[in-house]
């Protein structure tokens, strides 16, 4: 079975301040890990993945991830937000598992204030 | 990456009526998935929806309520049947590329009274 744990249901930062969202994964499989985005009443978009190579992974929007499978997490990071970062973000993980499917964590709220 | 439509991309629905959502996708996939995002919440897979053969439903949902159709490699419907307000929600179809990037429809907004 797999599973996602996003630490952090909201996250309030000030605009140009950095920002690390947190997710932990398990999985009794291999994985492939995911970060996406969605903006206020838009569907979802991929923001990063993770399949393999290079732990670091880098993004859209100057964001990026770092695969760390001893503690088997996969936060997610941007040194410097916007406004207009300001969304949900869901950290997802993809195993197979008798079929290929995606889990969901429960969301981050990024708020960028000015 | 898949273009991927929706139809209605939103409705209200009166109690024990259905509703058939449609998803066109704008090349063939072999994966196409129906999620639920309910208010404030993540995404819940529904089901897979299996072109040809029936559909792969997850623990809580069913066909009786949840019946999907997938006639194609590029089109799939999901009907909510016999709704309650507890149905109103975002669902939204999608598509998992070979690397199993999920592509996502706009989502269609149900609100149940």
């Known amino acids: 079975a797999q599973s996602v744990t996003q630490l952090d249901s909201q996250v309030p930062v000030f605009e140009e301040a950095p920002v690390e969202l947190r997710c932990n994964y398990s999985s009794s499989v291999s994985v492939y890990l995911f970060w996406y985005v969605q903006y206020p009443n838009q569907g979802l978009q991929l923001l990063l993945k993770?399949?393999?190579?290079?732990?670091l992974v880098k993004g859209i929007n100057g964001f990026e991830a770092e695969f760390n499978k001893s503690q088997t997490s996969f936060h997610l990071r941007k040194p410097s937000v916007h406004i207009s970062d300001t969304a949900e973000y869901f950290c997802a993980v993809s195993g197979y598992t008798g079929g290929f499917k995606t889990i969901f964590g429960a969301g981050t709220r990024l708020f960028v204030k000015a | 990456s898949a273009v991927i439509s929706q139809k209605p991309s939103r409705d209200i629905c009166q109690r024990g009526t259905s509703l058939t959502i449609q998803c066109q996708v704008d090349s063939q996939v072999t994966m196409m998935f129906w999620y639920r995002q309910q208010p404030g919440q993540s995404l819940t897979l529904i089901a897979t929806?299996?072109?040809?053969?029936?559909?792969?439903?997850e623990s809580g949902f069913v066909i009786d309520k949840f019946p999907i159709s997938r006639p194609n490699l590029t089109f799939s419907t999901l009907t909510v049947s016999n709704m309650s307000p507890e149905d109103s929600s975002i669902y939204l179809c999608?598509?998992?590329?070979?690397?199993?990037?999920?592509?996502f429809g706009p989502g269609t907004r149900l609100l149940v009274l």
């Open positions: 929806a299996n072109q040809g053969s029936e559909a792969t439903y």
């Open positions: 999608s598509v998992s590329s070979v690397e199993e990037t999920q592509y």
């Open positions: 993770y399949l393999s190579g290079s732990t």
